[in-house]
């Protein structure tokens, strides 16, 4: 059996069982989502887990009186430049917490639309960091890992026949034994990422920013989730996973922000900053949990303010 260890244990969570196990455990008793049922995809954040881990709680805490066997996790290539969807040819991957098996999504899609690309998963930490979360939510489940690259066309251009292409493949692997969870932050903020569009109150107009950007995310507006990136140049790297997952949920889905929160606002006066969000979608037969969402700002005390991050520095974009 092939195993693909951790990369990030150690340096983006604890690499001692005991320990990783008591900080979920904290994580998870403090968050309070609304009540969702029929969970089908989540939104959760990947960054080190003193910053992202409270908002990934969020998340994961719908999952208690679930039993989903089958975990689809898709996330952004940090490492390695390609287009598409690379899979791991591990047959199981490794945690503190024990080992999870893992089946390629070749295998249940067909393989014209993935290439086999362990090393874009080896020091990839965007799914790695979901997984102790899982084990301590579910136990025994089977994952899929898929890294997305790039959608682009020889111009250059967004690849929406590619895009197309991927949702066609990927409709109807979700049942109720199964859940898509999507792992990426949001708006990278800071001359380390390149991007600074306003200076003055960042915390404030990050909000602006990630506001619309889930708002268009809930309004399952793609097209107008292309139009916000090119607008306001906020090429989040998980832009791609994200639409994937609207195009392949049913049209009548609906979705609820269960937590927001950022560096900024984490770590008064850091040049740079990472936005992060919990996000639930689910069956529209259910009675949705709010009306409108619920944005939860998740303050650690002010004891426990963290240093400004580091973690996640290479949390851009692998290509454009």
Request: charged content about 20%; overall charge negative.
């Amino acid at each position: 059996m092939k195993t693909r260890y951790p990369s990030v244990a150690g340096a983006f969570y604890p690499d001692d069982e005991k320990e990783l196990r008591e900080m979920i455990d904290d994580f998870l008793k403090k968050a309070k989502p609304p009540n969702v049922k029929n969970l089908r995809a989540i939104i959760v954040p990947h960054a080190g887990y003193i910053y992202s881990g409270p908002i990934a709680a969020y998340g994961y805490k719908l999952l208690e009186k679930q039993r989903f066997k089958k975990i689809i996790g898709i996330g952004p290539s940090h490492y390695a430049a390609f287009v598409g969807l690379a899979e791991d040819d591990s047959d199981a991957w490794q945690t503190p917490l024990g080992l999870v098996k893992t089946e390629k999504i070749s295998t249940l899609i067909g393989a014209k639309i993935v290439s086999c690309f362990p090393q874009a998963h080896a020091p990839e930490h965007c799914l790695e960091v979901q997984l102790p979360f899982l084990q301590i939510q579910l136990g025994e489940f089977t994952l899929v890992p898929v890294v997305v690259g790039t959608l682009t066309d020889h111009a250059g251009n967004f690849d929406g026949n590619g895009l197309n292409l991927i949702v066609k493949h990927l409709k109807g692997i979700l049942d109720d034994r199964t859940l898509l969870v999507v792992s990426t932050n949001l708006t990278l903020y800071g001359p380390e990422y390149g991007y600074v569009p306003f200076r003055g109150d960042v915390v404030r107009e990050l909000g602006k920013l990630d506001m619309e950007l889930l708002d268009l995310i809930l309004d399952r507006d793609v097209s107008g989730l292309l139009a916000y990136t090119k607008r306001t140049g906020n090429n989040f790297p998980g832009v791609v996973p994200i639409l994937i997952m609207l195009g392949v949920l049913p049209p009548e889905a609906r979705g609820t922000v269960l937590a927001y929160d950022t560096t900024a606002r984490m770590s008064p006066g850091a040049t740079s900053s990472v936005s992060f969000a919990s996000v639930a979608f689910f069956d529209p037969q259910a009675k949705p949990p709010e009306e409108k969402p619920v944005r939860t700002l998740v303050s650690p005390k002010p004891q426990e303010q963290p240093a400004p991050p580091t973690a996640e520095a290479n949390d851009a974009p692998a290509s454009p």
